[in-house]
């Protein structure tokens, strides 16, 4: 080889190697399509992600139909974006907030997650570190839950048209063929199931916001629910629907469980389990429990006579160790949740109008 | 929760609705005629909802939801103020959140804010002053709104503006004045009132004397209450037992909280930077003397009205509104004719759909069961109608 060839090869190998990101922040440069993205590529997402879809950087992860067919008959398919602020709170980030919420997504409907997908929107300007951390944290729950990040897509936008880090993940997940959840097979005489403690993110983003200058504790409940769902409808193959109570929380859900069956859902308000600091915080600020987001909490309509041994189960699991039955369903008045108060009252609860709070999720 | 559950235990309930119902068959209480007691606060509204407590009342008793919910009693034309301030180039608005959503003739502060306008929830008026402190170049605009409970707030946050040397910072004042306006619904001849609960936040600052003429010249009762569900139990069969004894007078159910001199630090704060409107326009209710107050001239400098120009202008009511009819007590949230159907809160066109303090929005979001029935009948009734035009 003549010296000028070596030299030209000496330093492809140079261009060629596996960068490491340059510079403490993002910058454009970092969403352009050539090398520095490259590098952040390489050092962020494909090194902590580190799986075998990820690593061959195709424009696209393929995954074997096998995996799917012995699993299931059916593929389930969702979507969610993630633009909460703030990007860390106590109990969660936007990084663990992203898998969680869609991993439950899959759950609630049966599936068992398989793989994930990571597109993030950062804006000019935002700390590499703190990706890296974010990007950590997604890998850390992926890891909990079982699941692989198999592809993703990165853009870098001006200063100003996003604020900080947006992410959107997507998934998909097989559906065993004995499973089958919709609202539409909620029975008169089923119960109303739910895994704990109602309003914990919601409460815990208004607190992280350190607006009110609320001293407090309170810690968002951002986790996945695959393994619980998992054992219950082992537990239980005919529970007949499962919904994650997020944004508009418990009462968002139920409406449209409602709605959907054409029944009455019944929730007793001295069975919700509501911590003190969850409900100091709403008494202060006019805000209703009901309506407060969750990021780990599941509302299930199930048979009446199996009720006790799925909260047994349920009871096992650290995401479950607080579930209880809150309700149950009747025939009229159709289409609507009541609530029993604990004062002896009923009263409706509605779908909620508007927003209680903005970029909770 | 401590010294909440308290308030709401069921047993003691159930034991002062047996009492109430005995005070209740003492009274000579016809179909035709219930008896009417009004709560004149919202927040009173939102608890009875919010408990169910009304479907745990005697038939015989009717509550009438007043008109103490500032949010609710705001004119359109205030709300077209607010935008047009919000929409000054240089000025952050600033409100409470309950406000966001009132409708004005073209939008609410909601919509100016989508349409670019700087508006920015707050949970203090201190917050709005430390936006002002933090924003030197901008005007920062605080939306004061509300009886003598938030007054004392906004005067100690101006008192606190003028001692930090803050120019920056000025008020929208709406506040407004419980007392002349519930002088002018005993006026009305329409009403049929048998007493008061009276508004336990606003007496907290304003004591109990200044009601005193409503039981010795209107001989009504009335009972300054608390917002706990017992609280209004205890109230209510403090207002029937009057009834029963033919006594009318003043009482305060709510002593740990409200004393009956009031508040005079606040007091001296709202006489120093607040005076006295000639009058002030209500939604629902009209124009009522002296029931609104301004900045005074010694503080005119914080004074929004005088730094900007606002359109000022008279807005008539939608004619389909019947507000003032329900305030009053002269018909029920849902026998308007545009309760849930035109006017829901998602869409609200009197401003008691708006706030969850407004009666329509309670009965509408926490309303009696048979509502939802209702509403479908009046559906399907105005769809027919519809057709057979």
Redesign the interface.
């Known amino acids: 080889m003549s010296a000028a060839a070596k030299d030209i090869e000496q330093k492809g190998d140079i261009r060629r190697r596996s960068g490491k990101v340059r510079g403490d922040i993002v910058t454009l440069a970092h969403g352009s399509g050539g090398k520095a993205m490259r590098d952040l590529i390489d050092d962020i997402f494909v090194s902590t992600f580190a799986n075998e879809h990820l690593s061959t950087l195709e424009d696209q992860a393929r995954i074997h139909l096998d995996k799917f067919n012995s699993n299931g008959d059916r593929i389930a398919m969702t979507t969610d974006s993630y633009v909460v602020d703030p990007l860390f709170f106590p109990g969660g980030n936007i990084g663990s907030l992203a898998v969680n919420g869609t991993v439950n997504d899959l759950a609630v409907g049966g599936a068992k997650p398989t793989a994930l997908t990571c597109g993030m929107i950062i804006e000019e300007g935002f700390s590499i570190e703190t990706l890296r951390r974010v990007v950590t944290e997604m890998k850390q729950a992926a890891d909990f839950a079982g699941v692989s990040i198999v592809t993703g897509d990165t853009k870098v936008v001006h200063r100003g048209a996003a604020d900080k880090l947006f992410i959107n993940t997507a998934g998909i997940g097989v559906i065993p063929k004995s499973y089958d959840l919709t609202a539409t097979k909620i029975q008169e005489g089923d119960v109303i199931i739910t895994n704990g403690y109602l309003g914990d993110h919601g409460a815990a983003i208004v607190d992280a916001r350190g607006e009110l200058a609320i001293e407090n504790t309170i810690n968002s409940d951002c986790q996945a629910l695959n393994h619980l769902i998992q054992s219950m409808l082992e537990t239980c193959p005919n529970i007949r629907c499962i919904r994650d109570a997020t944004r508009g929380g418990i009462a968002t859900v139920l409406n449209e469980f409602a709605q959907q069956a054409n029944l009455c859902l019944r929730l007793h308000e001295d069975k919700l389990r509501v911590r003190d600091e969850v409900k100091g915080m709403c008494e202060i600020l006019g805000l209703d429990p009901l309506y407060l987001a969750n990021e780990g909490k599941l509302v299930a309509c199930v048979p009446a006579d199996q009720a006790d041994a799925l909260i047994k189960v349920m009871q096992k699991d650290p995401a479950g160790k607080d579930a209880v039955i809150v309700g149950n369903v009747s025939a009229s008045p159709e289409g609507v949740v009541v609530l029993s108060t604990v004062f002896g009252g009923d009263r409706i609860v509605d779908m909620l109008v508007g927003e209680q709070l903005p970029r909770i999720c | 929760?401590k010294y909440?559950d308290e308030f709401?235990d069921?047993k003691k309930?159930?034991a002062l609705l047996k009492e109430i119902n005995l005070l209740v068959d003492e009274i000579e209480i016809t179909k035709e005629r219930p008896l009417q007691i009004m709560e004149v606060c919202g927040g009173h509204t939102h608890s009875i909802?919010?408990?169910?407590?009304?479907?745990?009342l005697p038939d015989k008793i009717e509550l009438v939801h007043g008109p103490g919910c500032p949010v609710c009693v705001l004119p359109m034309g205030r709300v077209d103020d607010c935008v047009a301030l919000a929409e000054h180039p240089n000025v952050i608005f600033t409100t409470f959140g309950d406000a966001m959503?009132v409708p004005g003739s073209k939008k609410s502060l909601?919509q100016a804010k989508a349409d670019g306008a700087d508006v920015r929830m707050v949970?203090s008026p201190l917050?709005a002053l430390n936006l002002a402190k933090e924003n030197p170049d901008k005007e920062v605009v605080f939306f004061a709104l509300g009886f003598e409970t938030t007054m004392p707030s906004t005067a100690f946050t101006i008192l606190e503006a003028e001692k930090q040397g803050i120019k920056n910072f000025s008020l929208f004042c709406n506040h407004i004045t419980i007392i002349p306006t519930v002088k002018a619904i005993l006026d009305s001849p329409d009403i049929l009132l048998d007493g008061f609960l009276g508004p336990g936040h606003v007496s907290m600052v304003i004591g109990n004397k200044p009601y005193e003429f409503i039981a010795k010249h209107y001989n009504k009762p009335l009972v300054v209450a608390g917002f706990e569900?017992l609280d209004i139990l205890q109230s209510l069969w403090m207002v029937l037992k009057q009834i029963v004894d033919g006594r009318s007078e003043v009482e305060n159910q709510y002593q740990r909280i409200v004393p009956d001199e009031g508040n005079n630090p606040a007091l001296d704060a709202i006489n120093k930077v607040f005076e006295l409107r000639e009058f002030f326009e209500w939604r629902g209710l009209g124009s009522i003397d002296h029931s609104g107050v301004r900045v005074s001239d010694a503080y005119s400098k914080y004074d929004a009205e005088q730094k900007f120009s606002v359109p000022n202008l008279k807005i008539a009511d939608p004619k389909a509104c019947q507000c003032g009819e329900v305030l009053k007590g002269v018909i029920k949230p849902w026998e308007c004719k545009v309760f849930g159907t035109a006017c829901s809160?998602?869409t609200p066109l009197g401003a008691l759909m708006v706030s969850?303090e407004g009666a329509c929005a309670a009965y509408?979001?926490?309303?009696k069961?048979?509502?939802?029935?209702l509403i479908k009948q009046r559906e399907e009734q105005q769809a027919e109608e519809i057709i057979n035009a």
């Open positions: 929760m909440v709401r069921p309930a159930k909802f919010r408990y169910g407590i009304e479907q745990m959503r909601l949970y917050d569900p809160p998602e969850s509408f979001n926490y309303g069961i048979d509502l939802t029935s």
